[in-house]
């Protein structure tokens, strides 16, 4: 049964309790809390203590006739109100049983049995009431992961402190516990009862793989199976039980039963967490040996529910045999606290009702978290070994985090920031500016430095106190822009320049002493601030961005002048890039022989330079203003940017009536035709090799975001333009309407794009960012993934034509087999594909600032690629795919419109000079 689990190395809250890394079962977290050190127990589960969690203080305690050394520690908290959480290692799209067991045993000396809230993220899982000192109170609850970690949080005591005994985490596989209300309910467990046992302890591990645990009916307990009917009888068998699939119960469970000899089998019990929704099943195996003449028939009464009587069931005729399984119930039933039910025998029926097992669970809605927990928590992992960073799950739900207020809303906000004195260096982190409800913020007395950013994000923002650090650079004039600023504190830092004239109203209270260079404006120096404020910007973004390419080769540029256009960078270019002769262009391409592909603005030609070298020549045809500007475009920032996943570019040729440019020739092609272009029938791409080239695709992409200032936005992204070279490594073609980005973190331009790859918001907004490209590459993971085109009249059914749309039905329903590129004929990890997949759905998301970053995604990528080529070596039998005889019919370069269909977007073209805001 011992199996190693794949470390993922995607946990990245330092705050995780890293304990997984061997289990019993793939999937098995087993947390002693309190515990000293690491054993296993006689079942054979790994016991890990929780000794890394920095909050609570522990206790031993000693109960009568319990010997497991988990139940001998516990750990406790303070009873204030916050939270204190467990965060727990789960691999997204997966379900998991999470179980909390609590043991009072008078710890706390004060024999008040504590009654305290427990939560999962920001939904309230369960109020624990302690009702007896040595009785273990457990609650359980089915999920399915959707982050890669989820945490479990304990707080609000209404008595005593909150404590627990332990924490386990059961990783189902498969299907189990699907349920189509899973995007919006948990099931808590209810009640999970092994009827007819033979001692009072659950069936678990190992008979049950999941560790579930499954109650003995003998067990005694407070209005737990109680009014049982006269003529309930035990019965057992040692034969197997055919029970089919792993989701149901253990043969051990189904081997024993209660019948109701008089006819009627019927139970009282109480159902935690009801009156509501739930699932309910019951679990029948026939393992009595019945006459040829005898019958079994009975039908389940609900006393109060009338008609639910379903059709009298007849366990053999419905398992279609004996000692096999047959499982009727509810997938969703309105059920009271006490449960009272009947099994009662039909009129024609010789023999009475039998039961061997079964499970209730209730749906819990699942509470949406606040609307700002990433935005916090990507301030959060500014500050790994802070304490303040530490407090785990959501910023709001249930309760706040310790230096946070929110507001009241459904999907709360954050409205207070309170981090004064906490030691906070480096620059304030921008994700700040992100609050969009933040009314007040406090980070005096911290050693922050850097420049004071803009806060036009908070349009709330009243109260701002940044006192007594080390910020410099100039007050940003777009303060004045914040209707409701009433105070703003930024005495005693290094700031400089003119205090922006809009600030100096009386309705404001501005305390900017003790910043020796930041002085009142003389009337009429406005210009003078602007400039100030913009220098701030720009250091800002040199500072957040590694390398600085357009610096090295340029001329020095002017930091303070408006945003730089593309054109603006032209003549700079040109010399340094390589002029080509037009005649030596000639004799390569033996007079523009071949051609390869055509694009936007003009054919491409294969080509082979006298060393050697192959080459693409691109041969601008179009004397159009527009044309002209996007080969000047791409001539600038082309000779600017090397990288080893953008097309490399060579140099250029300007004659009289054509404009040349001049890459490396990739011998492979597009993306889109190893996909479904012309070389369809050639065997498909393996998915390693898909992840590869989206890696290496991402790569590219990245390093126009940030390895470059001013950055660049690719505005075109799709299978087209990424080329693959001789080996199969794939590179990012086509700048010609790449946009640079300076200062700002978005360009307003003229839309333009391809259908099926367009950013919506940018299509609706017309303000660019790098968001608009993370959304195209999303679509061309999801064609990774289908082997799907973006748009189809066909592929999607009916009323979709939209890979987003039909790729987010699937995945969102669980169903991810259902897109899967059938040629790919079933080599891949499910987890790798998984993985792509939900990355895939995070860069489609509607509102940019929801999608990650491109390096976040690069990240992703590279997990899926450990985790492919991990399960890939342990699959037997892989061939390499790749290998096939050599094509050379089909070479392009460039944007190549195969396709007539797919046509560029583009909202009035006559007005052709782009413009950045
Ligand atoms: C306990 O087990 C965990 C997970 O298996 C491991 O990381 C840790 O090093 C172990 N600790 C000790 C003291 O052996
Ligand atoms: C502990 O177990 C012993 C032996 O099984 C039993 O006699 C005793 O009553 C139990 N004590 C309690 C408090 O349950
Ligand atoms: C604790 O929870 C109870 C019940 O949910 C609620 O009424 C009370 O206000 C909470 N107390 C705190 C401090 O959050
Ligand atoms: C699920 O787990 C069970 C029990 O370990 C195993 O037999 C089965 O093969 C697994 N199924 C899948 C689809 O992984
Ligand atoms: C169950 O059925 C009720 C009534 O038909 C419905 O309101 C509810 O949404 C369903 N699902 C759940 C999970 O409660
Ligand atoms: C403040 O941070 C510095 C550097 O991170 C650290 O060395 C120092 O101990 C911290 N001081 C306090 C009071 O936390
Ligand atoms: C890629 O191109 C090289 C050189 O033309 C060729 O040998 C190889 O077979 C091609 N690979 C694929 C998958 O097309």
Redesign the pocket.
């Given at each position: 049964m011992e199996a190693r689990l794949p470390l993922l190395s995607f946990f990245f809250s330092l705050f995780l309790l890293?304990?997984a890394?061997?289990a019993q079962m793939t999937g098995f977290v087993s947390l002693d809390c309190g515990g000293k050190?690491?054993y296993t127990d006689e079942l054979g589960l790994e016991w890990?203590p929780d000794d890394q969690l920095m909050y609570g203080q522990t206790a031993s305690i000693s109960v009568p006739n319990e010997t497991r050394k988990q139940y001998q520690t516990l750990r406790y908290f303070p009873a204030d109100n916050r939270k204190y959480c467990y965060e727990l290692p789960v691999i997204s799209r997966t379900r998991y049983l999470v179980r909390a067991t609590f043991l009072y045993g008078n710890f706390d000396n004060a024999n008040v049995y504590p009654k305290f809230d427990i939560s999962l993220g920001p939904t309230h899982w369960a109020t624990i009431v302690i009702s007896y000192a040595n009785t273990i109170e457990a609650q359980e609850l089915i999920f399915l992961a959707l982050d890669p970690t989820v945490s479990v949080c304990l707080s609000n005591a209404t008595t005593g402190q909150p404590f627990i005994s332990t924490l386990e985490l059961r990783q189902f596989n498969g299907s189990v516990y699907l349920t189509q209300y899973e995007s919006q309910f948990y099931l808590s467990v209810a009640a999970r009862i092994n009827f007819g046992a033979d001692s009072e302890a659950p069936v678990r591990y190992p008979d049950d793989p999941f560790d579930r645990m499954w109650e003995s009916d003998s067990l005694k307990r407070a209005n737990y199976l109680v009014d049982v009917a006269a003529g309930t009888e035990k019965i057992s068998t040692r034969k197997p039980i055919n029970v089919d699939s792993v989701d149901r119960p253990p043969q051990k469970v189904m081997q024993t039963a209660v019948v109701g000899r008089n006819g009627l089998l019927t139970y009282r019990l109480n159902l935690n967490g009801f009156p509501g929704f739930g699932r309910a099943f019951s679990y029948l195996a026939e393992i009595e040996d019945l006459g040829p003449s005898e019958t079994r028939k009975f039908r389940l009464v609900l006393p109060g529910i009338p008609d639910l009587s379903k059709p009298a069931v007849n366990i053999q005729e419905n398992a279609q045999g004996r000692y096999r399984l047959y499982q009727p119930g509810f997938d969703n039933i309105s059920l009271p606290f006490v449960l009272s039910f009947k099994f009662e025998k039909t009129s024609g029926s010789s023999m009475g009702p039998l039961l061997n097992a079964m499970e209730i669970n209730k749906y819990l809605k699942k509470t949406d978290g606040s609307l700002d927990g990433s935005v916090i928590a990507s301030v959060v992992s500014l500050y790994p070994s802070a304490d303040w960073a530490q407090e785990g799950g959501d910023p709001c739900l249930p309760v706040p985090w310790s230096w946070v207020q929110c507001n009241s809303d459904p999907q709360p906000k954050i409205v207070k920031i309170k981090l004064s004195g906490k030691n906070l260096t480096g620059y304030i982190p921008l994700d700040f500016t992100k609050l969009s409800g933040l009314v007040e913020l406090w980070l005096d007395g911290n050693s922050l430095t850097g420049p004071v950013p803009d806060f036009t994000g908070c349009r709330d923002l009243e109260i701002i106190h940044l006192e007594n650090n080390q910020l410099t650079g100039g007050l940003p004039s777009s303060m004045t822009d914040l209707p409701n600023l009433r105070e703003m504190y930024v005495q005693n830092n290094k700031l400089s320049g003119t205090v922006p004239l809009g600030l100096l109203n009386k309705n404001l209270v501005l305390n900017y002493a003790g910043n020796l260079n930041l002085h009142k404006a003389e009337r009429g120096s406005h210009n003078a601030i602007i400039a100030g404020s913009s220098v701030g910007a720009t250091l800002l973004l040199v500072a957040t961005i590694a390398s600085c390419l357009l610096m090295h080769n340029g001329k020095k540029k002017n930091p303070d002048r408006a945003p730089i256009l593309v054109s603006s960078l032209g003549d700079a270019a040109k010399e340094t890039t390589h002029c080509f002769k037009l005649s030596e262009l000639e004799d390569a391409t033996r007079n523009f022989e071949r051609e390869v592909g055509s694009g936007g603005f003009g054919v491409v030609y294969y080509g082979k330079l006298k060393d050697g070298r192959e080459i693409a020549v691109k041969v601008s045809t179009t004397n159009s203003f527009q044309g002209k500007q996007e080969f000047s475009n791409e001539v600038t920032l082309l000779s600017r940017i090397h990288h080893r996943n953008l097309v490399q570019f060579l140099g250029h040729c300007q004659d009289k009536d054509k404009s040349i440019l001049v890459y490396e020739f990739m011998h492979n092609g597009t993306l889109r035709e190893h996909l479904y272009g012309p070389r369809i029938h050639e065997p498909s791409i393996s998915w390693i090799k898909r992840l590869e080239i989206a890696k290496e695709a991402a790569k590219g992409i990245e390093y126009l975001h940030t390895g470059c200032i001013p950055s660049i936005i690719h505005r075109d992204l799709k299978t087209r333009n990424i080329l693959l070279d001789k080996n199969m490594h794939a590179k990012v073609s086509d700048f010609g309407l790449s946009k640079v980005v300076v200062g700002e973190s978005h360009v307003s331009s003229r839309v333009r794009g391809t259908v099926g790859y367009l950013d919506p918001e940018y299509y609706t907004s017309q303000q660019l960012t790098d968001k608009s490209d993370v959304y195209s590459f999303g679509v061309i993971l999801l064609e990774l993934i289908s082997g799907q085109e973006a748009i189809s009249d066909e592929s999607f059914g009916v009323n979709c034509r939209n890979i987003v749309q039909w790729a987010k039905q699937h995945i969102q329903k669980g169903d991810i087999q259902g897109i899967i590129d059938p040629s790919l004929r079933g080599k891949y990890d499910i987890q790798s594909m998984w993985k792509i997949a939900e990355k895939a759905l995070m860069c489609v998301q509607l509102r940019g600032v929801m999608r990650p970053s491109i390096s976040e995604v690069v990240k992703d990528i590279q997990d899926a690629i450990s985790i492919e080529r991990a399960s890939d070596a342990a699959r037997e039998g892989n061939s390499d795919e790749l290998t096939r005889n050599s094509s050379h019919s089909s070479l392009v370069i460039g944007s190549r419109d195969l396709d007539a269909s797919v046509h560029y977007l583009s909202v009035d073209e006559s007005t052709a000079q782009p413009t950045a805001r």
């Open positions: 890293m304990v890394t061997r050190g690491n890990t």
